[in-house]
């Protein structure tokens, strides 16, 4: 018999029409009152940017509830109570629970559920039971149509913003921006992070207007922000007093996160009436917070850090904190790409490493890996094709231990995933994909 959590993963990932019919009709049924904190929107960055907003809040005795997705590699990552995942026989129990009323609704509506509307209710109803004192909640696709939006956060935060989900957002930059903020509530707040001389920041700064909410640039509110990539910390003026951020994942794009992060933060806790965060808090926030699969080390001795930036912008920040960190004799890379990435688009991002690549397919929605090493091959970069994952991991591991490099796992989440899960000793069989 399936868990819930598989009989989830059978469940369509898009809905038809506006979703917040049926998401009102299962909250009504499960008495669940929806909130939410902060909202995490964007492209790249929602997850780090919330697992540093409930650190930096636990620092404040305040209790917790964050959702994020995907998750890593298991699927009870994506609700934690102050920073930690619930059990997976608790995601199970919960999912069960909302998915039991789902059907009764849909044998009387007509409608039709889909994963992550239930795993948002299984996120609130969990929320709920814990009474916890700030929700932290990332939004799917959008932000005007995301489910989430039926809390009416107050506070929005963009940590990144790229072309995604063209055919549903638009395909332009400044549609999908006017799309994604749109979920904040009037007089609310939306935190960007943006050039502050791109015609984006107007077009932000329009539908504020239009919303009635605030609209707020980190890099007026972080000046003279200045970077050190060799010991991954920097200092600026927040509000025009001196701040350090040293992030414990790695990169400059970590280090702007969290300085998002710090700046929600604080804005919540005024609201609250409570004291801002001081040095020592943010020291000890950041050096806490870990998150799966983003410049975390998974095994060592040979080391393999994974890394699951996977859009070229990502993959660009990734390879300058590299060049900035390491020696071309000190490390190789381990690369495989999903489909339907920017596959040509990310292998010129990693051709700046000055170093041979390795190149296999993941397991699951894999572009296969004699493309991706010929992408390489035209950027003239020597590259080692093992069409077997398993094969590849040994292969480089023992390439790793004999020479005495690092690995770096890049290309994208799943292969990020796959690959830890192999060196762990986890069948990725049993991987679900939600």
């Excluded at 009870?76 to 999912?95: K, S």
Aim: charged residues 20%; aromatic residues 6%.
């Amino acid at each position: 018999m399936k868990t819930h959590i598989e009989q989830l993963a059978n469940l369509p990932q898009y809905g038809d029409g506006i979703g917040f019919v049926r998401m009102q009709a299962l909250l009504d049924r499960l008495n669940i009152t929806p909130k939410c904190d902060i909202s995490l929107i964007g492209t790249n960055g929602k997850g780090s940017t919330a697992l540093y907003c409930t650190e930096l809040l636990k620092q404040k005795n305040l209790t917790v509830g964050t959702y994020t997705s995907p998750h890593f590699l298991e699927p009870n990552e994506r609700i934690r109570i102050n920073g930690t995942p619930i059990a997976l026989t608790q995601l199970n129990d919960l999912i069960g629970e909302v998915m039991q009323a789902s059907q009764v609704i849909a044998k009387e509506k007509g409608y039709t559920f889909v994963r992550f509307e239930i795993l948002t209710a299984a996120a609130w109803l969990c929320f709920q039971r814990h009474d916890v004192s700030c929700q932290i909640i990332e939004a799917g696709i959008g932000g005007r149509l995301d489910t989430t939006r039926i809390a009416m956060p107050r506070l929005t935060v963009l940590p990144s913003l790229e072309l995604e989900h063209t055919s549903v957002l638009g395909t332009s930059l400044d549609q999908i921006l006017v799309e994604k903020i749109a979920i904040t509530a009037p007089k609310g707040c939306c935190l960007a992070n943006l050039p502050p001389e791109t015609r984006l920041v107007q077009t932000g700064g329009h539908i504020a207007k239009m919303g009635g909410f605030d609209w707020q640039l980190l890099k007026t509110r972080w000046t003279e922000l200045s970077f050190d990539l060799a010991k991954n910390e920097a200092r600026g003026l927040y509000d025009g007093q001196e701040v350090h951020l040293r992030p414990a994942p790695i990169g400059q794009w970590q280090i702007e996160n969290s300085a998002l992060a710090v700046t929600a933060c604080d804005h919540l806790l005024q609201q609250r009436q409570m004291t801002r965060l001081s040095q020592n808090e943010i020291d000890c926030a950041l050096s806490q917070t870990q998150i799966p699969g983003r410049g975390e080390v998974v095994h060592d001795s040979p080391k393999f850090i994974v890394e699951s930036a996977h859009t070229p912008c990502a993959m660009k920040e990734v390879v300058s904190y590299i060049n900035a960190t390491y020696q071309p004799d000190e490390f190789i890379v381990l690369c495989g790409i999903s489909k339907p990435k920017a596959v040509v688009e990310i292998v010129q991002e990693l051709s700046e490493l000055p170093v041979d690549f390795y190149v296999t397919t993941s397991l699951r929605g894999g572009e296969q890996g004699e493309i991706i090493a010929g992408y390489f091959r035209e950027q003239g970069k020597e590259t080692s094709l093992i069409p077997d994952i398993y094969s590849a991991v040994q292969q480089v591991k023992d390439i790793a231990q004999r020479e005495q490099k690092t690995v770096f796992v890049l290309g994208s989440l799943f292969f990020s995933a796959d690959v830890t899960r192999i060196l762990k000793g986890i069948s990725p069989d049993d991987a679900v994909y939600l």
